[in-house]
Each structure stands twice: as structure tokens, then as C-alpha cells.
């Protein structure tokens, strides 16, 4: 049977593409207008409160298999060190300062993994949520059309644009959100004497790590919608350079109350799902 400090890979992978998929088509809508708010054509122009599920087709696809990858490399990862912790006898008065370092560690490795498959559907999804193309399926169609002019590599550059600044709101984002998810958990097993943290616990945690991390993070998110929306590649510094002429700083906290809202119930749905399902698949929920 699964354990807490050594979870089966399986059962991490499934319940990873559960809670990706439901909190993906949950909470589409609120991404898709954080989306707009942050296009350098504008909310309205980009296509205001109109067609809000354009592009959910690359998000289906997307989704399972993107959070399948980040919760099984995330828990193997966090067995694999919390397990060499305890082999070295280096855990007792340590293990309070090593095991965020351990989750941290963990998390920033499972969003790596995870942008293989995220940032391609991130692309896809948030062109045709600006209005650039009517869905994510001519949006593909019109990205693999140029390696005519481009080649191949070219294609397969345009399709993971915005890859560096992803990986580098990402790591940071779940280095604030799962070591904050984690405590919260470790904190409520130890006042309540149980061994297993129910699925509604698991979402009001990460509801409010989620919205802690999401707001910190905002201004690295602004960059990475405004590189993947651009018509021509640009690099990221003078895409800064750039944004900060046009608008300001004030443009890089563009869309931050419908992400923070989007990413707190898209947390709470998130890690309550996996909480359920992981329960479910382990065994944890009969303890």
C-alpha cells in the first residue's frame, strides 16, 4: 500500500491527470480573460467577455498529461530525498528546514517536466483565446503551415516560445506554493493526530498557497502571455524594456485579480482532486 512519505508512481500519474483536466475545463473562463487583460492589443480587442472557451481544445489535450508529469516526477522526486534523509540518520532536528528544501527541490523538477507538454499548449491556447486565430485547432494548423518559410526547427522554436520565462515563473511559483501546501498539511496532521488529510483540506490549503504564490508571481506571468502573443519573436529583456516604455509598471500587474482569484479556486479544485483521487487510489481515504 501507498504511504505518505513513499507514494506509488501510479497512483501520483493518474491522480496528477484527474486534477489537471477538472481544474483546467473548471476554471477556463478566468484564464481566458486574465488572458486578454494582459494582450498588448488590448482586453476588448483581443475579444473582451465574448467567446471565453476559445482555444479549451488545447487544453484538453494538454492538461492531463501535463499535471500527470509534474505530480509523478514532484512525488518520486520528494520520496527520493525524503527517503535518503532518513537512510543518512540525517532527519531528527533537520527535517523541519530539509523537508521545504526537499519540496522545493521536488516542485521546481516537476514543473520542468511539466512545461514540455505545458508550454506548446500554453501557445496554442492563449493565441486563440487573444483572438489571434478562431480556435486551437487552426491556431496549430497555422504554426505548423510555417515550416515552409521556417523549417522545422523553426516550427518546433515557434511552438515552445516563451519556454525560458515559463520555467522561470513556474519554478517560483511552486517553490511558494507546495512547501507553503505541504506545511499546511504536516501542521493539521500533527494537531489533529491523523495519518491521511481529507480531500477538502487539501483544497482550502492549496486554495491559499495558491493565491499567495499567484499574486507574487504576476508580474513574470505578464511577460510570458506577452512573448507567446507576439507576432514576431522577442527576447525577454527587450520585451521588458519594451513593456515598461509602453505602459509602464503598472502593466506587469496587468490581469492580477482574475489570476489570483483564478489560481486560488484553481488550487483549491486542484489539490482537493488530487488529495480525493490519490486517497481514493492509495487506500488513504479507509484510514
Request: aromatic fraction near 10%; hydrophobic fraction near 40%.
Amino acid at each position: 500500500m501507498a504511504t505518505q512519505t513513499s507514494p506509488a508512481f501510479t497512483t501520483a500519474l493518474l491522480s496528477g491527470a484527474l486534477a489537471g483536466t477538472t481544474v483546467d475545463l473548471s476554471l477556463y473562463p478566468l484564464d481566458t480573460l486574465k488572458t486578454r487583460l494582459q494582450s498588448s492589443s488590448g482586453f476588448l480587442a483581443s475579444g473582451g467577455f465574448t467567446g471565453i472557451y476559445r482555444g479549451v481544445g488545447s487544453a484538453i489535450i494538454g492538461s492531463a498529461p501535463g499535471a500527470a508529469l509534474f505530480f509523478s516526477t514532484y512525488e518520486y522526486t520528494k520520496s527520493f530525498l525524503s527517503a535518503r534523509r532518513h537512510a543518512t540518520g540525517t532527519n531528527g532536528e533537520n527535517g523541519d528546514w530539509t523537508a521545504p528544501i526537499e519540496h522545493m527541490l521536488a516542485a521546481s523538477l516537476g514543473e520542468v517536466a511539466a512545461c514540455a507538454v505545458r508550454v506548446p499548449t500554453e501557445v496554442v491556447k492563449q493565441r486563440a483565446q487573444a483572438g489571434q486565430y478562431p480556435s486551437s485547432l487552426l491556431t496549430l494548423q497555422a504554426i505548423l503551415a510555417q515550416h515552409r518559410t521556417i523549417g522545422v526547427s523553426g516550427v518546433w522554436r515557434e511552438l515552445y516560445r516563451g519556454w525560458s520565462v515559463t520555467i522561470m515563473r513556474e519554478v517560483p511559483f511552486t517553490v511558494i506554493q507546495f512547501p507553503l501546501w505541504e506545511s499546511m498539511k504536516e501542521y493539521r496532521r500533527r494537531t489533529s493526530g491523523k495519518e491521511s488529510i481529507s480531500a477538502f483540506e487539501s483544497g482550502v490549503f492549496g486554495s491559499l498557497a495558491g493565491a499567495i504564490a499567484a499574486g507574487t508571481t504576476t508580474p513574470l506571468d505578464v511577460l510570458k502571455t506577452r512573448m507567446m502573443l507576439a507576432k514576431e519573436k522577442t527576447a525577454m529583456i527587450p520585451l521588458l524594456r519594451q513593456i515598461l516604455k509602453d505602459s509602464g509598471p503598472r502593466a506587469f500587474f496587468a490581469g492580477i485579480g482574475p489570476r489570483i482569484l483564478w489560481i486560488s479556486a484553481g488550487g483549491a479544485i486542484f489539490l482537493g482532486s488530487y488529495q480525493w483521487a490519490y486517497n481514493s487510489l492509495s487506500g488513504e481515504s479507509r484510514r
